[in-house]
């Protein structure tokens, strides 16, 4: 596959609602798209980088930044048969995962799209849907939250997971668990916490959760070893997690049972397979974790979720939940029963609506080889 031209689009969705975690207040989701034009197919991936580095250290202009001046000009013009060739060209650059999976996304996309098969096919996933959840950010009020959390229980999501930070946790948790007392129930801190918190976690062990998502540092796997080991609740890690390394480390040491996957976290769906592997043979569960992504980065998440050990509901939500219009056809919607549709067509399985992709960009920029 000759890599003939390649594109990048810095774009800004709107969200249907603010999402307020530990790390402030999104109003709108800014990411890069990248478009990969080779052999007469046309391959899209998402760059989840954000317009602030509260999440990750990564945002839009780093990683424009490693993409136009080093992913790029590694690939640009070359003729190449797997993602591993590519991946060995640019294997000098380290970190700036979320640059890195944005291409390796399209590049996945492309060449499923030459061997006419589908992203999940090509990616080794057996499921035809998978269950979903649905992560809801901090609210003003118990009752504003227990009302939200109906509302997408009706919708039919198989679990709910809720932002926790200092003073907004034990008191949703428990009003949560007495109003749901049988439902997949978890919480996410993203790194609100220290050790000296422990008690707030021995108090959350007593409501049945399904597990609690990084409750400490976002680069710590030490410290959650100490804490794993005091709570029957599994912690599962996320922003500590950027690669097959530092989950062996984590796995090792119990500083978590369960893994949240996110592509852009580490690198790309080869990553990502790595992981969900290494996690299969250790008996982890493992899920897809998100990032507020555009239809076309929540294609790859859900081709990805596709793969067997992907066994726990993932943070994949119907397009309608995060923005009025998607950029992709068809949306994402889930069914009454709580799954979502595996797309079975070539690559991503989906259509870019150029029109609404063209609303959304706020700037753009293409190379030839
Ligand atoms: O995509 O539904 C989604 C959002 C899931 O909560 C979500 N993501 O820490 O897991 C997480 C957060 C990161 C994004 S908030 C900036
Ligand atoms: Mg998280």
């Not at 039919?156 to 428990?174: H, N, S, T």
């Not at 749901?180 to 007593?206: E, R």
């Given at each position: 596959?000759?890599?003939e031209?390649?594109e990048?689009r810095h774009?800004k969705?709107?969200?249907v609602s603010?999402f307020?975690?530990?790390?402030?207040?999104?109003y709108d989701e800014?990411?890069?798209?990248v478009r990969v034009d080779?052999?007469g197919v046309?391959?899209?991936g998402?760059s989840?980088?954000?317009?602030?580095p509260f999440?990750?250290?990564?945002?839009?202009p780093?990683a424009?930044h490693?993409?136009?001046d080093f992913?790029?000009?590694?690939?640009?013009?070359?003729?190449?048969s797997?993602?591993d060739e590519?991946?060995a060209?640019?294997?000098?650059?380290?970190?700036h995962?979320?640059?890195?999976a944005?291409?390796?996304a399209?590049?996945?996309?492309?060449l499923?799209?030459?061997?006419g098969i589908?992203?999940s096919?090509m990616?080794?996933?057996t499921r035809?849907?998978?269950?979903?959840?649905?992560?809801?950010?901090?609210?003003?009020?118990?009752e504003?939250l227990l009302?939200?959390i109906g509302?997408y229980l009706?919708?039919?999501?198989?679990r709910i997971?809720?932002?926790i930070?200092?003073?907004f946790d034990?008191q949703?948790v428990?009003?949560?668990?007495k109003e749901?007392?049988?439902i997949?129930?978890?919480?996410?801190?993203?790194?609100a916490?220290t050790l000296?918190?422990i008690?707030?976690f021995?108090?959350m062990?007593?409501y049945?959760l399904l597990?609690?998502?990084?409750p400490l540092?976002?680069?710590?796997?030490?410290?959650?070893?100490?804490l794993?080991?005091?709570?029957?609740t599994?912690?599962?890690?996320?922003?500590?997690?950027?690669?097959l390394?530092?989950?062996r480390a984590?796995?090792e040491?119990?500083?978590?049972r369960?893994?949240?996957?996110k592509?852009?976290?580490?690198?790309?769906f080869t990553e990502?397979?790595?992981i969900?592997?290494y996690?299969?043979?250790?008996n982890?569960?493992?899920w897809?974790?998100g990032?507020?992504?555009s239809g076309i980065?929540?294609?790859g998440?859900?081709a990805?979720?596709?793969?067997?050990?992907f066994?726990?509901?993932?943070?994949?939500?119907?397009?309608?939940r995060?923005y009025?219009?998607d950029?992709?056809?068809?949306?994402?919607v889930?069914n009454p029963?709580?799954?979502?549709?595996?797309p079975?067509n070539?690559?991503?399985?989906?259509?870019v609506n150029?029109k609404?992709?063209e609303?959304v960009?706020?700037r753009?920029e293409?190379?030839?080889g």
């Amino acid at each position: 596959m000759k890599i003939e031209r390649i594109e990048l689009r810095h774009v800004k969705l709107v969200l249907v609602s603010p999402f307020v975690t530990s790390m402030g207040t999104e109003y709108d989701e800014e990411h890069i798209i990248v478009r990969v034009d080779a052999d007469g197919v046309t391959g899209w991936g998402e760059s989840v980088a954000e317009g602030t580095p509260f999440y990750s250290y990564e945002t839009v202009p780093t990683a424009w930044h490693i993409l136009r001046d080093f992913l790029i000009p590694s690939i640009l013009g070359k003729d190449i048969s797997t993602v591993d060739e590519a991946i060995a060209g640019y294997a000098k650059v380290r970190g700036h995962m979320m640059a890195k999976a944005g291409l390796e996304a399209a590049l996945w996309d492309a060449l499923a799209k030459t061997k006419g098969i589908s992203l999940s096919q090509m990616l080794g996933g057996t499921r035809k849907k998978i269950d979903v959840g649905v992560s809801i950010g901090i609210q003003d009020s118990v009752e504003g939250l227990l009302k939200k959390i109906g509302g997408y229980l009706a919708e039919g999501y198989k679990r709910i997971k809720i932002k926790i930070a200092p003073g907004f946790d034990l008191q949703f948790v428990e009003a949560v668990r007495k109003e749901f007392p049988g439902i997949l129930f978890q919480v996410d801190a993203n790194s609100a916490y220290t050790l000296d918190d422990i008690g707030i976690f021995k108090k959350m062990d007593d409501y049945n959760l399904l597990l609690i998502e990084q409750p400490l540092g976002y680069e710590d796997i030490f410290d959650h070893s100490k804490l794993q080991r005091e709570l029957k609740t599994p912690i599962c890690l996320d922003e500590s997690i950027h690669s097959l390394d530092d989950t062996r480390a984590a796995i090792e040491l119990d500083s978590c049972r369960i893994i949240n996957i996110k592509p852009g976290r580490v690198g790309g769906f080869t990553e990502s397979k790595l992981i969900h592997d290494y996690c299969a043979s250790m008996n982890i569960p493992v899920w897809c974790g998100g990032m507020l992504e555009s239809g076309i980065g929540r294609a790859g998440n859900v081709a990805l979720a596709s793969l067997s050990n992907f066994t726990l509901p993932g943070d994949i939500s119907a397009s309608k939940r995060y923005y009025k219009e998607d950029i992709v056809e068809p949306e994402f919607v889930v069914n009454p029963d709580g799954t979502m549709d595996v797309p079975t067509n070539p690559g991503i399985g989906v259509e870019v609506n150029m029109k609404n992709l063209e609303k959304v960009t706020v700037r753009s920029e293409s190379y030839k080889g």
